[in-house]
């Protein structure tokens, strides 16, 4: 239900200085997009030479024993990830086998929605009319309602009692080797974990929190929540086989330095080949390139709208006419 509307009206040379002003800023944008576009096809280049240069050196190892002799190379093995211990979240009780655990906190929030009209008046002012609008909507992060153009009536609470948080294995082992931090941030296959008592959380929890629908609620009723009701979900990295393209050094794994002084670490779930993880790399690599392209061509393509507004704007003078030609601008 809408709350508020406001109208704005811009005189023609409160406009003409906006645009002239936006059209500067193109040009900044301008540059910007060229430097991505030029930067990314450098970068897909190199990613690929390296990539190549990947792929001609690996060799196979085995994951059971340490080979000193294959020191500083660019390794491939296959292994069970063994994150040891079980993870644990003290305060609702969840312990787990895993690589990663993951608490994820909701809250029911007012959310503000902002919608917009606007048309040239004769002369080359401007109407802009602005509804705001305000719905309770479950959200993961807290929303400011002070920033809220209706804050009264619309308040929620000013911090969110429990946050979310991500407890990963100190370490996990592949057979005789343990692997390096940013390999276990590669390990995905992320999957729901129900909750299905509280028994061992804490005291505050235990008294304010039920279980509904293998989620944790911390609310008076589920059914008709309220603004400052959390939804707390859990989620977990179960371990599982994995293979490895990365420099052995030591007992341990580190990013492989090519020859032109980029790096090769890859993980995959599963038992791949070589090969198969070479190729796959590749594929991300030509997905990343094309959507840079993409974002770098729309970069331009609002830059160049930014610079031809002055052009529309001075036509609407005759607001049919301002019409045609930002349609012609922005064509």
Avoid: C
Wanted: glycine residues 10%; charged residues 25%.
């Amino acid at each position: 239900m809408v709350q508020h509307v406001e109208t704005i009206r811009r005189g023609f040379g409160s406009r003409s200085r906006g645009s002239l002003g936006g059209a500067l800023f193109g040009f900044v944008l301008v540059a910007a997009g060229l430097v991505l576009l030029f930067m990314n096809e450098g970068r897909s280049v190199k990613r690929d030479k390296d990539l190549r240069e990947g792929l001609e050196t690996v060799v196979e190892v085995s994951s059971d024993e340490v080979d000193p002799a294959r020191e500083g190379s660019l390794v491939h093995t296959v292994g069970h990830a063994d994150p040891g211990p079980p993870l644990a979240d003290t305060e609702f009780g969840i312990s787990v086998e895993a690589v990663r655990l993951v608490r994820s906190v909701e809250m029911f929030q007012w959310v503000e929605k902002v919608s917009s009209t606007s048309r040239n008046r004769a002369g080359g002012s401007s109407e802009e009319k602005r509804s705001y609008s305000y719905e309770r909507r479950w959200m993961d992060r807290r929303i400011d309602s002070d920033g809220f153009k209706v804050a009264e009536g619309h308040r929620n609470p000013p911090a969110m009692k429990y946050a979310s948080a991500t407890t990963v294995a100190e370490t996990v082992a592949l057979g005789a080797f343990t692997l390096s931090p940013s390999l276990v941030a590669k390990i995905g296959g992320r999957q729901p974990l129900p909750v299905e008592s509280l028994d061992g959380a804490s005291e505050e929890v235990a008294a304010s929190a039920r279980i509904v629908d293998g989620a944790v609620y911390i609310g008076e009723s589920p059914a008709d929540p309220a603004v400052g009701d959390l939804r707390v979900r859990f989620s977990h990295v179960p371990p599982g086989t994995v293979s490895v393209v990365a420099a052995q050094s030591g007992a341990t794994f580190a990013p492989y330095r090519t020859r032109t002084g980029g790096t090769v670490e890859l993980l995959e779930a599963g038992d791949v080949d070589a090969a198969e993880m070479f190729r796959r790399a590749q594929d991300r690599n030509r997905f990343l390139t094309w959507a840079l392209r993409a974002g770098g061509f729309l970069l331009l393509a609002i830059a160049f709208s930014m610079i031809l507004r002055p052009i529309a704007v001075l036509a609407s003078i005759i607001p049919f006419l301002g019409r045609l030609v930002g349609m012609g601008t922005s064509f």
